[in-house]
């Protein structure tokens, strides 16, 4: 019996274990095959939902679903984490105590906002990349009564359109509650443009400059004064503000780190076959590679698909079929209701449109259809 | 001994090289070198910007097999 170890029950390990379960099906119900998936929590969290909470337009639990339920039959779940990581021996070992062999391993534990590793931000900014930061930005957000909203960005991050989508929502957000005029926005960005993508950078600026929001390029947040309501900045700027709205910079998981499988968290991964550099059994996806790619649940999608095929063809055939090719899909929130996309890969450079009503209505859609594309159904 | 880490942002077009090179920097020691690969054109004068506007050395710069090489060693 081949055994295939999936180890994190998010984005691509959910997709990638429903996908691998429906090309061994066959296998699966011989016993031939056996799908195991190790989690740290029974609950999948669609985490795009938490940026609509900020503002009060989700509440937390329309964002959850039974990560069992999620599963096709066969595949074994367990809500028991890895603490370490064997990939010489085949094998991991949890927290509760018991180890698993495998013949191929998947690892997509994810990544984590550490906004603690800028001093005085966790105190002093708020953010949306937990329920309980989302509700605190929530209850900042509509109780503001104007001033100056910072907006900061730390290094790396996921989902690289956060910052902008959270800065246009704010937007006409503060416009609906009537307030906008005693409001002025200042948006920083860390490298050299509005966005890290050269045209939505372009397009950014022109918005900006339309809405009267002011910007600048080249700060990286170093520390946050929260006596003198400043930030400053590795580049040796201060920004001022009343509400600063941060974009925490994100680590791998302690376990990764811990098990010295990657710097910070971040796994070396080979960027086309998506193997743990070095071992031929072992894969990555998602948050957790050292990818130089978007952190974006739409890349942890297209890598699932790849290594679904690929692992699949590999237990029946003894090859794999074919290579990820960097592709990454994200949509961008351009207000309250309208919206545009962005779609690339390691060779062609996206080209986004002028932003919609009606990608706005698609995104809205997809976060229910969410869970249908989970599920592997879409 | 002071340590040279690769940073392969080849293709990359988000985050891009000079998100990369921010992040990595952050990951070594002051006196460590870290070389950035790119295949964007942009990389050739932001990363140097940076370099500039925050104090880290730039030690080399050179573009190879339609490749962008920038070596930086971390000041501070
Ligand atoms: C506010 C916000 C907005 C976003 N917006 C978008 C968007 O618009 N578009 C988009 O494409 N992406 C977006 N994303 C990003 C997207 O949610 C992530 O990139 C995606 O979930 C990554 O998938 P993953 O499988 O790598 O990790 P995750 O989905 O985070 O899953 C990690 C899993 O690993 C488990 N785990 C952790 N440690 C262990 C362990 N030791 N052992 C076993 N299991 C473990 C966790 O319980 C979890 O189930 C957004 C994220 C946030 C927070």
């Known amino acids: ?378 | 001994m002071s340590e040279t880490k690769i940073v392969d942002a080849r293709g990359s077009f988000c985050p891009g090289p000079l998100m990369e090179l921010i992040a990595a920097m952050k990951e070594v020691e002051v006196g460590d070198e870290v070389e950035v690969l790119s295949t964007d054109e942009g990389s050739a004068n932001d990363v140097p910007e940076w370099l500039e506007k925050v104090g880290h050395e730039m030690v080399d710069n050179f573009q190879e097999e339609g490749v962008y090489h920038i070596r930086a060693r971390k000041a501070k």
């Open chain 1, 1 to 378: 019996m081949k055994k295939i170890l999936i180890v994190g029950g998010g984005m691509g390990g959910t997709i990638l274990a429903n996908n691998l379960a429906r090309r061994l099906r066959r296998e699966l119900d011989k016993g031939d095959v056996k799908i195991t998936m190790l989690s740290a929590s029974d609950q999948h969290m669609y985490q795009p939902g938490l940026l609509y909470v900020a503002f009060g337009k989700a509440m937390p639990d329309e964002l959850y679903r039974d990560q069992a339920s999620l599963l096709e039959p066969g595949i074994e779940f367990h809500v028991d984490p890895v603490e370490s990581f064997h990939l010489d021996n085949n094998q991991v070992a949890t927290v509760s105590g018991k180890t698993y062999d495998y013949d191929y391993i998947a690892i997509a534990t994810g990544s984590q906002a550490k906004p603690d590793n800028i001093p005085g931000l966790l105190e002093h900014g708020h953010h949306v990349y937990t329920e309980e930061a989302a509700l605190k930005t929530w209850e900042a957000l509509s109780s503001f009564e104007g001033g100056n909203v910072a907006i900061v960005t730390g290094v790396p991050h996921k989902c690289p359109m956060v910052p902008l989508e959270i800065t246009f929502m704010m937007h006409d957000y503060f416009k609906d509650r009537g307030i906008l005029d005693q409001v002025s926005f200042k948006y920083t960005y860390p490298i050299g443009r509005l966005h890290s993508l050269v045209n939505v950078g372009k397009w950014a600026e022109k918005e900006f400059d339309r809405l009267g929001i002011e910007y600048e390029t080249l700060f990286n947040p170093k520390e946050v004064d929260g006596d003198s309501r400043q930030v400053h900045s590795e580049e040796g700027s201060t920004l001022d503000y009343d509400l600063l709205i941060a974009i925490p910079p994100h680590k791998g998981m302690d376990t990764i780190e811990s098990n010295e499988l990657g710097t910070s968290g971040w796994i070396p991964t080979d960027r086309a076959t998506l193997n743990v550099e070095g071992h031929d059994n072992a894969f990555v996806l998602g948050d957790t590679t050292n990818l130089p790619i978007s952190k974006a649940g739409s890349t942890a999608h297209y890598e699932a698909e790849v290594l679904g095929e690929n692992i699949a063809a590999q237990v029946k055939h003894g090859r794999r079929v074919r290579d990820y090719d960097g592709k990454v899909f994200c949509f961008i929130e351009a207000g309250k209701d309208r919206a545009t996309f962005a779609s690339f890969n390691y060779t062609t450079p996206p080209d986004p449109q002028p932003p919609t009503e009606t990608v706005h209505w698609f995104k809205l859609a997809y976060n229910q259809l969410y869970w249908n594309s989970v599920r592997g159904l879409l």
